[in-house]
């Protein structure tokens, strides 16, 4: 089955304290691309990577990394998370060629406290 | 910058009403337009998916349009059901650049018994 697998799908964690959300997908796709969800701010960029190796910024990247050293695997890493990251976060695949579906992962509820 | 504005923000209607949700986009310049299906906590699921080179498309009691030209896109839900109750979200994939999915803020739908 096609899918985008995210873990932990729920997680509390302490100001300071750093953490990584997994991210992985069975469909070779090229494209990669994490999202924060926020009530009355919806859905928004954080990182994509276009394939192995080839990382960037998207819209709200302050406060995260990213690595793909595999085509499959995307982990976001908070290396000092803050309240304000508080969120919902979503992991994203697609093939690169711009015609394609767009997959989403279950996603990740995180709470900084 | 491309802006995607859905209206309205909420509905309720009475079940078996047909019902049209709207999402307008700023920018034309776009691979393609998705629908996707939130539910409370959830993640995304995807309903449809519009190349920017199709008019519609259609899935069982969904139907979707695109007018690219006007920068425009609706959904079509006939004979709504309580289980249609949920948040729908657009999105435009856009050229150039990270080809990032940039998202409206959805129509929370109640359908009522």
């Known amino acids: 089955e096609a899918q985008v697998t995210q873990n932990p799908r729920y997680l509390i964690t302490v100001t300071g304290k750093k953490l990584t959300v997994t991210c992985s997908q069975n469909m070779n796709h090229e494209y990669m691309s994490w999202y924060r969800q926020d009530p009355g701010l919806g859905l928004r960029q954080i990182y994509y990577?276009?394939?192995?190796?080839?990382?960037d910024k998207g819209d709200v990247p302050e406060g995260y990394k990213v690595s793909r050293k595999e085509k499959r695997n995307f982990p976001l890493i908070l290396e000092s998370p803050s309240p304000n990251q508080t969120s919902l976060y979503f992991c994203?695949?697609?093939?690169?060629?711009?015609?394609?579906?767009?997959?989403f992962g279950q996603g990740t509820r995180l709470t900084v406290v | 910058k491309q802006e995607v504005t859905q209206i309205p923000a909420a509905l309720s209607v009475p079940e078996g009403e047909n019902l049209v949700l709207n999402c307008s986009f700023t920018?034309?310049?776009?691979?393609?337009l998705q629908w996707f299906r939130q539910d409370p906590g959830k993640g995304l699921t995807s309903l449809l998916l519009i190349q920017s080179s199709q008019r519609e498309q259609t899935s069982g009691r969904l139907n979707a349009s695109l007018d690219k030209s006007s920068g425009r896109s609706t959904l079509y839900i006939a004979a709504s059901q309580p289980g249609d109750s949920a948040t729908y979200l657009c999105?435009?994939?856009?050229?150039?650049?990270?080809?990032?999915?940039?998202f409206g803020k959805g129509t929370k739908l109640t359908v009522n018994p």
């Open positions: 920018d034309s310049a776009i691979y393609n």
């Open positions: 999105a435009v994939q856009t050229q150039g650049g990270s080809e990032k999915l940039v």
């Open positions: 994203a695949s697609s093939f690169l060629t711009g015609y394609t579906e767009a997959f």
């Open positions: 990577s276009m394939n192995v190796e080839v990382t």
